[in-house]
């Protein structure tokens, strides 16, 4: 059983930055692409980047040359390095695995509120 802890949100000013984190547990951790989504109040939850095994990244163009995506195999942890934020990526972000989620592994997400 696998389970993905987020941390790391909170309110900034557009054009700032936050790094969220997500800590899983399970030793096979390494061998899974791993995704971070969004979910906006109304709208359905979105993929927003991935990051395989052999850390090739694929971001969705809402957030391509903004947000960075990246993992520690070591801590078995995955990070999201989001800059320029715009008000527009207030949303609960969550990690899962990618870029098919496994619905027995959402967590709690972390939120991240945008605005001045």
């Known amino acids: 059983q696998v389970q993905l802890v987020e941390s790391g949100g909170g309110l900034v000013q557009p054009g700032g930055s936050l790094r969220l984190s997500c800590a899983a547990s399970?030793?096979?951790?390494?061998?899974?692409?791993m995704g971070w989504y969004r979910q906006a109040p109304g709208k359905q939850r979105e993929l927003v980047a991935y990051i395989t095994s052999e850390l090739r990244t694929i971001y969705a163009d809402s957030v391509k040359g903004r947000f960075t995506i990246s993992r520690d195999n070591a801590k078995n942890t995955v990070y999201l390095q989001m800059s320029s934020l715009k008000p527009e990526d207030t949303a609960v972000y969550y990690c899962?695995?990618?870029?098919?989620?496994?619905?027995?592994?959402w967590g709690q997400g972390t939120q991240v509120t945008v605005s001045s």
């Open positions: 399970g030793s096979i951790f390494s061998i899974y692409t």
């Open positions: 899962n695995r990618g870029p098919v989620a496994r619905i027995d592994y």
